[in-house]
T-cell receptor, first 107, second 110 residues
Framework: DAKTTQPPSMDCAEGRAANLPCNHSTISGNEYVYWYRQIHSQGPQYIIH???NNETNEMASLIITEDRKSSTLILPHATLRDTAVYYCIVSTDKLIFGTGTRLQVFP | NAGVTQTPKFQVLKTGQSMTLQCAQD?????MSWYRQDPGMGLRLIHY???????DQGEVPNGYNVSRSTTEDFPLRLLSAAPSQTSVYFCASMRGDTQYFGPGTRLTVL
């Protein structure tokens, strides 16, 4: 079973920030939090990952709570091309995908 | 670099037939894996390999075999196809903490 809980779907207006939450209350000390997304029927695409500290790259920001039991992926300025299923995964090696959050960005 | 390539893109099999899904990567990654994705579902790990000559089972290995004779190639074999194996199959390779996925093979078993 996946060790994360995500809302099944979310909407976001184009140009606004999309904040995707993820609960991982049973995360262990050496497990990283990974985010991937899958656009339509393509292969999943890596977005970002982190252990304890907040992380930012050209695609997104990852905010991890101090107790590491939850995290939020932030897409600062969502575009229509960001419409996808977003997967939050906790792992030390193998990636076990859950069902993710289907983000719909609307004009 | 071509990245991760998969062939064929589409395949239709009859129950009981066997076939091999091909996966290759030109990034010299040690770690490779196979997933299946059923309609409306997330990906499930079938088998993975941490290097040439080493393979291990994932979440749903039954009905599938793998081998890893080279770093570049990681074929997935269906020994006797069943309708329950109708799915989209994704291969991936990993560098560091990042997995790179192929475009997928859409398999239908009648």
């Amino acid at each position: 079973d996946a060790k994360t809980t995500q809302p099944p779907s979310m909407d976001c207006a184009e140009g606004r920030a999309a904040n995707l939450p993820c609960n991982h209350s049973t995360i262990s000390g050496n497990e990283y939090v990974y985010w991937y997304r899958q656009i339509h029927s393509q292969g999943p695409q890596y977005i970002i990952h982190g252990l304890k500290n907040n992380e930012t790259n050209e695609m997104a920001s990852l905010i991890i709570t101090e107790d590491r039991k939850s995290s939020t992926l932030i897409l600062p300025h969502a575009t229509l091309r960001d419409t996808a299923v977003y997967y939050c995964i906790v792992s030390t090696d193998k990636l076990i995908f859950g069902t993710g959050t289907r983000l719909q960005v609307f004009p | 670099n071509a990245g991760v390539t998969q062939t064929p893109k589409f395949q239709v099999l009859k129950t009981g037939q066997s076939m091999t899904l091909q996966c290759a990567q030109d990034m010299n990654h040690e770690y490779m894996s196979w997933y299946r994705q059923d309609p409306g579902m997330g990906l499930r790990l079938i088998h993975y390999s941490v290097g040439a000559g080493i393979t291990d089972q994932g979440e749903v290995p039954n009905g599938y075999n793998v081998s890893r004779s080279t770093t570049e190639d990681f074929p997935l074999r269906l020994l006797s196809a069943a309708p329950s194996q109708t799915s989209v199959y994704f291969c991936a390779s990993m560098r560091g903490d990042t997995q790179y996925f192929g475009p997928g093979t859409r398999l239908t078993v009648l």
